[in-house]
């Protein structure tokens, strides 16, 4: 059974910085893509970051250049450092991991005040 753990999210002030982690129960090199996607109240769920098993990246263009996604290989944990958080960043961050089919985590909640 995969396991996808995250931890990283809280509440910060508008401008500051979190960093969200998912560890991953398997080894991550085999995964196709892993990544994050979040839900604010009353919207949809949409791709924030993702990164291919080749080490490419894709971002939504509301985080383009204010939020990196990484993958540590040994760790098996996949990281989302974001920087400069807007109020509307405010959501729940999950995490997933595509192979044979995508597993999700549990999501974390993440709260810019203004």
């Known amino acids: 059974q995969v396991q996808l753990v995250e931890s990283g999210g809280g509440l910060v002030q508008a401008g500051g910085s979190l960093r969200l982690s998912c560890a991953d129960s398997?080894?991550?090199?085999?995964?196709?893509?892993m990544g994050w996607y979040r839900q604010a109240p009353g919207k949809q769920r949409e791709l924030v970051a993702s990164?291919?098993?080749?080490?490419?990246?894709n971002y939504a263009d509301s985080v383009k250049g204010r939020f990196t996604i990484s993958r540590d290989n040994a760790k098996n944990t996949v990281y989302l450092q974001m920087n400069s958080l807007k109020p509307e960043d405010t959501a729940v961050y999950y995490c997933f991991a595509r192979g044979i089919t995508t597993w999700w985590g549990q999501g974390t909640q993440v709260t810019v005040s203004s």
């Open positions: 990164i291919i098993s080749g080490g490419m990246t």
């Open positions: 398997e080894r991550i090199f085999s995964r196709n893509a």
